[in-house]
């Protein structure tokens, strides 16, 4: 009891509950007369339509809110604890995709499935998400380290297909935006009768795999000479947290982020001990969820604009996750992380090198000559090809830069922060811009291509902005900048939400450059951006010296004669650069930047400069060779580039983990 009093989460969890509590009665107040509160939240006379909607709407709402964000902070410490890694979040093992895809499926395809039970249906689709995870990652004996990057391609990978469903299908799936965003709206006490016993038997479990969990702390070799068996005690703390997840995406829909800001909170403001923790956590991610509906409640009634909670909640907890990240004491070093990767270096980079090129000089000319028309697969006649090269050629040549660039800005990243989980998403630069050119388009009648470009740049360098100013005291490390551009991203996620699930036409009609698409790329354009991307691949080759080096560690690299600050302050600079280029002609795509930089190291190379290399040559042939697929399977329909480029790269990507 003394411990809880002189707690540092003791002053900020009285804020909350004082803040929920008066939001919470005000809003009553709103509704019903302070002498009936009693009556109307216990024993409704049900003749009263006000005190029949409190008790049976009003009050359950506030219960599962409570509940789910509970439920939501405890996944969360869980899974940052297995994982030994602060930006998990009940997210990552993909289990919230799975919901959503099995979700829209059985809508488009079973509808009479759904008589079964919404909550069923989730759940079978988050626990088949969670079983490839752990398929992918059980030879490694579920390393976190491949379980993080089975989690994060499994997130991708179905992602791209809901994207893709979305796109062919947007009117049938419309209803489904507003719960893919997180809707906590109650019509019974159903969803709470069906948390709270889940909820109770995963705390109970939870408190039971206190002392076992707490091993994780230790390194792999100290944990296992104390008789504990790594991948049990892993399976059984990840299958607590993905139960937990899958009963609250069955009731509420995808509300992601508290599981990621209460754990990070709470670790933040100087808890450590793993009970405490999973205390505290659950504690805070309630009340910052209850606060964050009883608020978007009360503004509902004055602006009449559809906002999920889901997406409010990220607007919300992002901003609060970067005021607490310059105070969280992040030691610079030399991560294990990149262990997993280690393979032999090649002998002959110069030779694989010249391979990749000839193999994307031939998907090139393939992309230009060869496709359907409406006599079916031929090759074209000289007048034809010449008639289909104004509107091929453009298409080719914006896909190989795109895939150079994100190539790139991927390499960069996992170099300089030692990070293989490390792509241009993560930075919010991606984001940033979706959100520059999502303003411009609903300020502006038309959406004229130099505009667009305008917003979207600003959107990009007011995120490199954000994440200058946030991370300027303490050095640029790689690790702050990182969660810096998580938290940057989550604040531009819920706005995406809102515009889609208000139904706005101008935004519906992004839709499809939102899964990267090529289409709307002009000639002028497309040579500008392979320009650009030769000019960046030189500049890039310029620091390979420092992408040597910095993996080493701050020390060592330093010793060595780099200025740390300056050297990561650049590289910075020239992914932000480099994802902003790509995502203002080819949609915001992120897998290349994740995938390719790996395909060159998986080939042997592995010093920089021909790091860079293979990896900007694998970029290039993996859009190129996606645009032309997207153009021809399901022609004369068209897939993005993006979607399919996620698709094959996500199942090579795979097949490379199941190896490793």
């Known amino acids: 009891m003394k411990r809880l009093l002189t707690s540092p989460l003791l002053r900020p969890v009285s804020i909350l509950l004082g803040l929920t509590l008066s939001l919470a009665c005000w809003d009553l107040a709103r509704q019903l007369p302070g002498a009936i509160w009693w009556q109307s939240l216990f024993a409704p006379n049900l003749d009263d339509v006000s005190q029949a909607v409190v008790h049976f709407s009003w009050l359950p709402r506030l219960a599962v809110t409570l509940l789910a964000g509970a439920a939501l902070g405890l996944a969360g410490t869980l899974m940052q604890q297995v994982l030994r890694n602060p930006l998990a979040s009940p997210t990552t093992l993909g289990v919230a995709s799975g919901a959503q895809l099995a979700l829209m499926m059985v809508t488009l395809f079973a509808p009479s499935w759904l008589l079964l039970g919404r909550e069923?249906?989730?759940?079978?689709?988050?626990?088949?998400?969670?079983?490839?995870?752990?398929?992918?990652?059980?030879?490694?004996?579920?390393?976190?380290?491949?379980?993080?990057?089975?989690?994060?391609?499994?997130?991708?990978?179905?992602?791209a297909i809901s994207m893709g469903l979305l796109l062919f299908f947007q009117e049938e799936l419309k209803g489904l935006l507003v719960w893919g965003s997180g809707s906590l709206v109650q019509n019974?006490?159903?969803?709470?009768?069906?948390?709270?016993?889940?909820?109770?038997?995963?705390?109970?479990?939870?408190?039971?795999?206190?002392?076992?969990?707490?091993?994780?702390?230790?390194?792999?070799?100290?944990?296992?000479?104390?008789?504990?068996?790594?991948?049990?005690?892993?399976?059984?703390?990840?299958?607590?947290?993905?139960?937990?997840?899958?009963?609250?995406?069955?009731?509420?829909?995808?509300?992601?982020?508290?599981?990621?800001?209460?754990?990070a909170m709470v670790r933040l403001l100087g808890i450590r001990q793993l009970g405490q923790r999973l205390l505290w956590a659950p504690i805070l991610g309630a009340l910052l969820l209850a606060a964050t509906d009883l608020l978007l409640q009360s503004l509902s009634r004055f602006w009449p604009v559809l906002i999920p909670t889901g997406a409010m909640?990220?607007?919300?907890?992002?901003?609060?996750?970067?005021?607490?990240?310059?105070?969280?004491?992040?030691?610079?070093?030399?991560?294990?992380?990149?262990?997993?990767?280690?393979?032999?270096?090649?002998?002959?980079?110069?030779?694989?090198?010249?391979?990749?090129?000839?193999?994307?000089?031939?998907?090139?000319?393939?992309?230009?000559?060869?496709?359907?028309?409406?006599?079916?697969?031929?090759?074209?006649?000289?007048?034809?090809?010449?008639?289909?090269?104004?509107?091929?050629?453009?298409?080719?040549?914006?896909?190989?830069?795109?895939?150079?660039?994100?190539?790139?800005?991927?390499?960069?990243?996992?170099?300089?922060?030692?990070?293989?989980?490390?792509?241009?998403?993560?930075?919010?630069?991606?984001?940033?811009?979706?959100?520059?050119?999502?303003?411009?388009?609903?300020?502006?009648?038309?959406?004229?291509?130099p505009l667009?470009?305008?917003?979207?740049?600003?959107?990009?360098?007011?995120?490199?902005?954000?994440?200058?100013?946030?991370?300027?005291?303490?050095?640029?490390?790689?690790?702050?900048?990182?969660?810096?551009?998580?938290?940057?991203?989550?604040?531009?996620?819920?706005?995406?939400?809102?515009?889609?699930?208000?139904?706005?036409?101008?935004?519906?009609?992004?839709?499809?450059?939102?899964?990267?698409?090529?289409?709307?790329?002009?000639?002028?354009?497309?040579?500008?951006?392979?320009?650009?991307?030769?000019?960046?691949?030189?500049?890039?080759?310029?620091?390979?010296?420092?992408?040597?080096?910095?993996?080493?560690?701050?020390?060592?690299?330093?010793?060595?004669?780099?200025?740390?600050?300056?050297?990561?302050?650049?590289?910075?600079?020239?992914?932000?650069?480099?994802?902003?280029?790509?995502?203002?002609?080819?949609?915001p795509l992120s897998f290349v930047g994740l995938l390719a930089p790996h395909m060159a190291k998986l080939m042997g190379l592995v010093r920089a400069r021909w790091h860079q290399l293979g990896a900007a040559a694998s970029g290039a042939l993996l859009m190129v060779s996606a645009d032309w697929a997207g153009q021809q399977v399901l022609f004369p329909q068209e897939v993005p580039v993006g979607l399919v480029s996620t698709l094959l790269g996500g199942a090579y990507f795979m097949w490379c983990l199941r190896r490793l």
């Open 120 to 159: 069923w249906i989730a759940m079978a689709g988050g626990s088949l998400a969670m079983a490839l995870v752990f398929a992918l990652a059980w030879r490694r004996q579920l390393n976190p380290v491949v379980i993080v990057f089975a989690g994060l391609v499994i997130n991708l990978y179905l992602a």
């Open 452 to 587: 667009m470009l305008a917003g979207g740049l600003l959107g990009a360098f007011g995120c490199l902005l954000l994440l200058v100013v946030v991370n300027r005291k303490h050095g640029f490390q790689p690790e702050r900048i990182l969660l810096s551009g998580i938290a940057i991203t989550a604040l531009f996620e819920p706005l995406q939400a809102i515009a889609l699930a208000n139904g706005d036409m101008r935004v519906q009609q992004l839709l499809s450059w939102m899964s990267g698409s090529t289409y709307y790329v002009t000639l002028p354009v497309a040579y500008g951006l392979v320009g650009l991307a030769l000019l960046m691949l030189a500049a890039c080759l310029l620091v390979s010296r420092w992408l040597d080096l910095l993996p080493m560690g701050a020390a060592m690299a330093t010793a060595l004669g780099i200025r740390l600050n300056r050297a990561q302050l650049a590289i910075l600079l020239l992914v932000a650069v480099l994802t902003a280029s790509a995502t203002l002609v080819v949609g």
């Open 188 to 263: 019974s006490w159903s969803g709470v009768s069906y948390l709270l016993p889940r909820l109770l038997a995963a705390a109970v479990l939870a408190a039971v795999l206190v002392r076992p969990l707490a091993v994780l702390e230790l390194d792999d070799a100290s944990a296992r000479s104390l008789g504990v068996s790594l991948q049990h005690l892993r399976l059984a703390g990840l299958g607590l947290a993905v139960f937990v997840t899958a009963c609250v995406v069955s009731v509420v829909g995808l509300i992601g982020f508290i599981g990621l800001a209460a754990p």
């Open 313 to 449: 909640t990220a607007l919300l907890g992002a901003p609060l996750l970067l005021w607490l990240i310059p105070r969280l004491g992040i030691k610079s070093g030399t991560p294990k992380a990149n262990a997993v990767l280690l393979v032999a270096r090649h002998l002959a980079p110069a030779r694989l090198v010249g391979l990749l090129l000839v193999g994307l000089l031939l998907a090139m000319v393939a992309s230009l000559l060869f496709g359907q028309g409406m006599t079916g697969w031929s090759w074209p006649s000289w007048l034809r090809w010449q008639a289909q090269l104004e509107w091929r050629l453009p298409r080719t040549l914006a896909a190989g830069a795109a895939g150079v660039l994100l190539a790139l800005a991927g390499t960069l990243l996992q170099r300089v922060s030692n990070n293989p989980m490390a792509s241009p998403e993560l930075l919010g630069v991606s984001g940033g811009t979706f959100m520059g050119v999502i303003t411009t388009a609903l300020l502006l009648p038309a959406l004229p291509l």
